[in-house]
């Protein structure tokens, strides 16, 4: 609408310079993080808020103080902590992330399955603390006529299948049904596949659904060869059952990039040897997090320009009106 006020965003922590800066540009932004008073400035401009930024929490409760509320723009596509059913319910359409980190994670968990079966960052601490001198890095397990089970064959799953065909190894996979046109082995439930392979790589999207998928039942099938590898949420695996099975050597090791409790990883993980830990960085280059950052921008100013959102989630799916 030529003249009108440019509309009111409200972002809930700090976002990607890319997406602060052109949402500065066009829109009248508030910064809940940082705020003197972040109550005060809910209440304040609360009623005017038409689109929300966020890479995290947003329930029901807090889109009650937000009554003009159109769009929530998540920075991910992981978007398991904004209550997509309760946005749903309100006419709020929600966004996220998909395809631009994709390769980006696959990537990742490639990288972690062989720094955990092959312990790089072990082997690494061993050079540089001057044992290599004294003896070789002890040998260690192999991904060398390995069977690997993807638990979740979503579009990263299936990037990360791609790329473990070219390491020759039998790829198999768990969802909640078999998918047309994939050759990989199906198993209809996590203990299945666990049972099945030798590495379960987790890749499953995060919430209620799937909380504790990985359970202590799951891990005693993968057995004591078996390596877990999580690039998901860390609500998937059950965290208590899985220190336990390294602790017990139920399983062989365990490769994680998320937690239950983030930025909080259990001392007891930290303290094992046979685990390597990740500050959740699946999509933490400057390439993926830029592009994410774009998609951001892309579909909030698509919205407020009256062209509809580009990537709206599943819950809160839009069509243009006639
Ligand atoms: C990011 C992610 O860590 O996209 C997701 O779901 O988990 C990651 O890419 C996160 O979105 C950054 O806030």
């Known amino acids: 609408m030529p003249g009108a006020e440019p509309a009111e965003i409200l972002l809930l922590r ?34 005017r808020i038409r ?11 807090l889109m ?6 159109e769009l929530i723009a998540n920075f991910g596509v992981g978007y398991d902590a904004v209550d997509a059913k309760a946005a749903a319910q309100r006419n709020i ?19 972690l399955v062989l720094a955990t079966i092959r312990r790089l960052p072990q082997a690494d601490r061993y050079l540089r603390e001057g044992h290599w001198p004294k003896a070789p890095f002890p040998l260690t397990a192999s991904l060398r006529g390995r069977r690997v089970g993807i638990l979740g064959l979503g579009r990263i799953g299936r ?46 999207p995060g919430g209620a659904e799937t909380k504790n998928l990985v359970d202590a039942e799951v891990l005693q099938a ?16 059950d965290e208590a059952a899985l ?28 303290a094992l040897e046979n685990t390597v830990l990740l500050p959740h960085v699946g999509s933490a280059s400057e390439h993926t997090r830029t592009a994410m950052a774009q998609l951001v921008v892309d579909n909030v100013l698509s919205w407020f320009e009256g062209r509809g959102p580009i990537t709206p989630v599943a819950e809160t799916p839009w069509s243009p009106k006639a």
């Open 14 to 47: 700090r976002m990607h310079p890319l997406v602060a800066s052109t949402l500065d540009s066009r829109f009248t932004v508030h910064r809940l993080d940082g705020a003197a008073d972040p109550e005060a400035l809910l209440r304040e401009v609360g009623p």
């Open 51 to 61: 689109g929300l930024c966020v890479g995290g929490g947003v329930d029901g409760a």
């Open 64 to 69: 009650d103080r937000l009554p003009a509320l």
């Open 93 to 111: 359409v929600v966004t996220n992330t998909p395809d631009v980190l994709t390769d980006e994670v696959a990537d990742l968990a490639i990288g």
């Open 159 to 204: 990037a990360i299948a791609k790329r473990l065909e070219g390491f020759e190894v039998e790829i198999a996979y768990y969802g909640r049904s078999r998918q047309e046109g994939v050759a990989y082995a199906y198993h209809d439930s996590p203990v299945g596949l666990a049972k099945a392979v030798h590495v379960l790589i987790v890749v499953a």
């Open 222 to 237: 993968l057995g004591p060869e078996g390596i877990l590898v999580n690039v998901a949420r860390g609500s998937v695996v």
């Open 243 to 270: 220190i336990a099975a390294l602790k017990a050597g139920t399983i062989h090791g365990a490769g994680l990039d998320v937690f239950e409790q983030e930025p909080h990883v259990p001392s007891e993980l930290m």
